[in-house]
């Protein structure tokens, strides 16, 4: 009898280790790539620093934030960074965390993160172009906005004296970052394209403890909220990793198709100026690559790649970015051109058909036509969001005005559908307006 009760014992000890791994593997399966490697999902980012707060070197400023509500019961390492149950660090809560982990796909779907990670790379005479993106920014969001920038040192004091001015109190955090690579390669970095152009690659390793980030050049203009971009993350899918447009709308006017002398990503290319990167999964992901037959994860592809590619790339970071996912295509999710409308989707004639049909939500004005006379419509709109203050009248101090300088411009391609440039930042006043009259 006593054999017996040991015998059912331990096969009823056995039977629950299996039901607990079993859940374990559902919960790995469930953000698990085709080819095996893990694709773990996390979106509760653990914010860096304070509200204006200065971070150096490699690690992200800062301490970690609470994370999401109801990851409470856990530690955010639990969350954040799966491990499999018996991996879990002692002093980690673990049968909730475990149960925690195993839902956490759809809990992450229907709460999503508080705070809006924003990054931007400002070097040289880009101090106001910077500025004007970051109002555009925070004019229109809803949620809270982090900002990190990362500009060389001699801008610090002039960004901190300008955002410390903007009225948004509780609404907008930031934190500055010096320009900072790799020591071994940093000369080869440097040089690359333009100074501090590559300084983006780097934001996966050193932004440790951010979850997920959008990525923008500095000449870009948001014309809706940042929230609507950054919903696109609840829409990848378990293999996605990023986000980004392509180069071009119409292949005959490519460049990637027509000049590019390395692999690239789908028809014509695709554009980094604007960059959604769920960067747990970039950190996580091991990739495919034609180097060796060995995948290689984010910090060790980046070095082989530039070695092998450096005299056939043209755009820098871009060029390397295309060449990543065109090994790896199911990692990447491609959003509509109105996301990143450039002067190439209009100075030969409008090519950008969602444009067309809802108007531009992310204004990108490449090729420095900010700042001369070659485009005046796309100048136009940089003008008025530089000029506005923040608390006037949205729709005298900047629609107005900006519609009638963009019928001026008339006489160019981009001028003859210049309602694509006001069209969806009408409506973006409309609802914000609407928010407000409802006290949200």
Known sequence: ??????????????GLCSLLYGFSQLALSLEQEPGG????????????GGRRQAGGGWAAAGSAGRGEAGAGRCKNLSVSFWNSYWMLPSDVCGMNCFWEAAFRYDYMKTHPSEKMHLAVVA??????ETVTMLRSAIIFSIRPLQFHIFAEDQLHESFKNILDDFPYEGKVNYTLYPITFPNES???????????????????????????????????????????????????????????????????????????????????GINSGVMLMNMTRIRRKYFKNDMTPVRLQWGEILMPLLKKYKLNITWGDQDLLNIMFFHNPESLYVFPCQWNYRPDHCIYGSNCKEAEEEGIFILHGNRGVYHDDKQPTFRAVYEAIKNYSFGDDLFHSLLQPLELELQKTMHTYCGRVYKVFVKQLTKSIRDLYARRSKGR
């Open 1 to 14: 009898m006593r054999r017996f009760a040991r015998v059912a014992l331990l096969c009823l000890g056995c």
């Open 37 to 48: 490697a893990r694709e773990r999902q996390a979106r509760d980012p653990a914010a860096p």
């Open 123 to 128: 070097c040289g005479e880009r101090l106001e």
């Open 186 to 268: 940093a000369a080869e970095w440097k040089k690359l394209f333009k100074p501090c152009a590559s300084q983006r690659l780097f934001l996966p390793l050193i932004l440790k403890n951010v979850d997920s980030l959008l990525y923008v050049d500095t000449d870009i203009l948001f014309l809706r909220p940042v929230d609507d971009i950054w919903s696109f993350l609840g829409k990848f899918n378990s293999t996605q990793i990023a986000a980004m447009a392509p180069e071009h709308e119409e292949p005959r006017i490519g460049w990637y198709n027509r000049f590019a002398r390395h692999p690239y990503y789908g028809v014509t």
